[in-house]
């Protein structure tokens, strides 16, 4: 079974310039997530869907970063103009039932995003 | 605020040797996972914890859930270096099952 699919793998870009990552959740997986990741550090939450539903986006900042599930399968993350804090590895994860203790993320390998 | 502390940040040692590593909060949680993330990779689940003094072995690696469920640990009996790699705990929080992440211990063991 293919695990979660994330493209580019990596991305180089200058500041100002728009980018944008695709996730392919497992299949069957109703819940999927989006974490940006610094060096070294834990992930931190940016958005959660329930099926094609944001049920938490708190931590998105959303004057410069969306996202879409329209189908309720695979996401997009974009961000529109990066900054140069903005480098970073966006890793996308899916899970069964998210929100259930115990439940088990899956993550993608991410994307190691470079703003220049 | 960082609700999940782990420690040490950084542990480097030879291959053989047995370590500890934690990870500590003042919240009370519904369950605690364990995840080793490789270079270039996504964390994968290593062991959920979800009773109170609970405690898991897989294979070298022995898990325990402290007693009042706000904290954990993370032993390794004669390290490899195929155990290197950052090791991230994190938490359901009680209150309202959020999945927290502590910052990630950084795990190197030389050959």
Redesign the interface.
Same mark, same amino acid.
Request: net charge negative; aromatic share 10%; hydrophobic share 35%.
């Given at each position: 079974e293919a695990g979660?699919v994330q493209s580019p793998r990596y991305k180089i870009i200058e500041k100002k310039q728009p980018v944008a990552f695709w996730c392919n959740p497992i299949s069957g997986h109703n819940t999927l997530y989006w974490y940006l990741q610094n060096l #070294?550090? &834990? =992930? /931190? *939450?940016l958005i959660r869907y329930e099926n094609e539903e944001a049920v938490?986006d708190s931590q998105l900042p959303k004057d410069r970063f969306s996202a879409e599930r329209l189908k309720g399968v695979d996401s997009t993350l974009k961000i529109q103009p990066a900054e140069l804090g903005d480098s970073a590895v966006y *890793?996308c994860?899916s899970s069964f039932f998210g &929100?259930? =203790? &115990?439940d /088990?993320?899956?993550? #993608? =390998? &991410?994307t190691r995003l470079t703003v220049l | 605020t960082q609700l999940?502390e782990q420690s040490p940040?950084f542990l480097s040692i030879q291959e053989g040797e047995n370590l500890t590593v934690y990870c500590n909060s003042s919240s009370v949680f519904?369950?605690l996972?364990w995840y080793r993330q490789e270079p270039?990779?996504?964390?994968?689940?290593l062991v959920?914890v979800?009773t109170g003094g609970e405690v898991k072995k897989l294979k070298r690696l022995t898990f325990q859930f402290g007693d009042a469920r706000k904290d954990s640990s993370l032993h390794i009996t004669a390290a490899q270096p195929g155990d290197t790699g950052?090791y991230?705990c994190?938490a359901?929080m009680d209150s309202n099952?959020?999945?927290i992440?502590?910052?990630?211990t950084?795990l190197i063991i030389k050959p």
């Open positions: 979660v #070294g550090q &834990g =992930p /931190e *939450l938490d *890793l994860a &929100g259930v =203790p &115990g /088990e993320q899956f993550f #993608g =390998p &991410g | 999940l940040q519904s369950s996972q270039g990779e996504g964390p994968v689940l959920t979800v950052l991230l994190a359901y099952y959020q999945l992440w502590g910052a990630g950084k």
